[in-house]
């Protein structure tokens, strides 16, 4: 016969897991079902992203229309989905892998933000217009961009991380009086260690042939140094003289019909 001293504390502690597995099962049932603008608030309480027409639940979210803010002006990006990290909340620092798609335009990969001014990125790709970055630049220029990035972080609006590649299709400038195509152009980006960022420029076929190294250093100022060529008919054609004698000095031409020209730019 089993003691009531012993039995007493079997039952109760059968009761107490039931209960616990209970709430558990509520709690996860009320979260799980946590509406999505629970979610849109949380990954744009930063102030850059903004999104309309939101369903779906926190964790799984869509918006039919997103913007993002760059130097100021909005940009839409199109519909946002995001599928959000549960862990992450306990941090502060939602994550979540966001997708965004329009026309010549999309985003796809792990964004985490850690507040106003800190965000990172994990395996993202992304494809846009030249348009989106022409308020960074101080030239106007045409073309798309593709940038994959293993890893960005940026920390009170400074850049910590960033390892990735980023190409330019159809790449064109505007010298001021041409438009002057780069064809496709290639780029390595690393950070420098010290807040600024590094790119090794090249070009992957096209009239101009490039081999530069970009160094943009925190907070200001810039260098662009290495070498340039170009067929000679290309060159008159553009009446390209002027503009390049601005940043770059001629050299021997390399025997092939291609004028060679040495750059050392700083800004």
């Given at each position: 016969?089993?003691?009531?001293?012993?039995?007493?504390?079997?039952?109760?502690?059968?009761?107490?897991?039931?209960?616990?597995?209970?709430?558990?099962?509520?709690?996860?049932?009320?979260?799980?079902?946590?509406?999505?603008?629970w979610g849109a608030y949380l990954l744009t309480r930063g102030g850059d992203l903004a999104m309309s027409g939101v369903s779906g639940t926190i964790?799984?979210?869509?918006?039919?229309?997103?913007?993002?803010?760059?130097?100021?002006?909005?940009?839409?990006?199109?519909?946002?989905?995001?599928?959000?990290?549960?862990?992450?909340?306990?941090?502060?620092?939602?994550?979540?892998?966001?997708?965004?798609?329009?026309?010549?335009?999309?985003?796809?990969?792990?964004?985490?933000?850690?507040?106003?001014?800190?965000?990172?990125?994990?395996?993202?790709?992304?494809?846009?217009?030249?348009?989106?970055?022409?308020?960074?630049?101080?030239?106007?220029?045409?073309?798309?961009?593709?940038?994959?990035?293993?890893?960005?972080?940026?920390?009170?609006?400074?850049?910590?991380?960033?390892?990735?590649?980023?190409?330019?299709?159809?790449?064109?400038?505007?010298?001021?009086?041409?438009?002057?195509?780069?064809?496709?152009?290639?780029?390595?980006?690393?950070?420098?260690?010290?807040?600024?960022?590094?790119?090794?420029?090249?070009?992957?076929?096209?009239?101009?042939?490039?081999?530069?190294?970009?160094?943009?250093?925190?907070?200001?100022?810039?260098?662009?140094?290495?070498?340039?060529?170009?067929?000679?008919?290309?060159?008159?054609?553009?009446?390209?003289?002027?503009?390049?004698?601005?940043?770059?000095?001629?050299?021997?031409?390399?025997?092939?019909?291609?004028?060679?020209?040495?750059?050392?730019?700083?800004?």
């Open positions: 016969m089993i003691s009531p001293s012993v039995a007493l504390p079997k039952l109760n502690a059968n009761k107490n897991f039931w209960i616990s597995l209970g709430v558990i099962v509520w709690v996860y049932f009320v979260v799980s079902n946590f509406p999505a603008v964790w799984t979210g869509r918006a039919s229309l997103a913007s993002i803010k760059i130097k100021g002006v909005d940009h839409s990006v199109g519909q946002l989905t995001w599928k959000l990290s549960p862990l992450s909340l306990f941090t502060l620092s939602p994550c979540a892998q966001i997708t965004t798609l329009m026309d010549n335009q999309d985003f796809d990969g792990y964004v985490c933000y850690k507040g106003k001014n800190s965000i990172s990125l994990k395996n993202t790709a992304a494809n846009f217009p030249a348009v989106m970055i022409q308020p960074l630049v101080p030239l106007a220029i045409d073309g798309q961009f593709s940038l994959n990035l293993n890893a960005l972080n940026i920390e009170n609006g400074k850049l910590k991380t960033v390892h990735g590649k980023t190409s330019w299709l159809n790449a064109k400038i505007y010298n001021g009086n041409n438009w002057m195509s780069l064809g496709n152009v290639g780029g390595d980006l690393v950070d420098d260690g010290n807040n600024g960022l590094s790119a090794h420029i090249m070009d992957a076929g096209g009239p101009v042939h490039l081999d530069l190294v970009t160094n943009l250093p925190y907070p200001t100022g810039g260098s662009v140094k290495g070498g340039l060529s170009l067929p000679e008919p290309y060159f008159r054609e553009l009446n390209a003289e002027a503009w390049l004698s601005m940043f770059a000095v001629r050299q021997a031409d390399d025997g092939q019909g291609n004028l060679v020209f040495a750059v050392d730019l700083n800004f």
